[in-house]
């Protein structure tokens, strides 16, 4: 199995910044996709950002577009996701994800087999 701890959440002002970590254990980290979703109570799941094993492909949800970057250091086995420019409405508790599918939906969050407990980011406003 794939282990993910996440870290680097906190308490922030609206328009700040945040990089989240996700270290990785178990099997190659290379070999899987990594994802980055959020959830606020009473509320589903929602895809953040995601890159294939390959670290080629990233991709981003429109709402945080322009502001949020996924990036991933295989050799640490740690996958980021650097948070910029932070709204009130960017409050989530973040997970980290890892999917061994190759061909898949990057933003379903069913396709991901392995999950971190999460880190919560707080942006006041």
């Known amino acids: 199995q794939v282990q993910l701890v996440e870290s680097g959440g906190g308490l922030v002002q609206a328009g700040g910044s945040l990089r989240l970590s996700c270290a990785a254990s178990?099997?190659?980290?290379?070999?899987?996709?990594m994802g980055w979703f959020r959830q606020v109570p009473g509320k589903e799941r929602e895809f953040v950002a995601a890159?294939?094993?390959?670290?080629?492909?990233?991709y981003v949800a429109d709402s945080v577009k322009g502001r949020f970057t996924i990036s991933r250091d295989n050799a640490k086995n740690t996958v980021y996701l650097q948070m910029n420019t932070l709204k009130p409405e960017d409050t989530a508790v973040y997970y980290c994800?890892?999917?061994?599918?190759?061909?898949?939906?990057?933003?379903?969050?069913?396709?991901?087999?392995?999950w971190g407990q999460g880190t919560q980011v707080t942006v006041s406003s």
């Open positions: 994800a890892a999917s061994l599918y190759i061909n898949f939906n990057l933003r379903e969050p069913l396709r991901y087999d392995y």
């Open positions: 178990g099997r190659t980290f290379s070999s899987h996709a």
């Open positions: 890159m294939r094993r390959d670290g080629g492909s990233p």
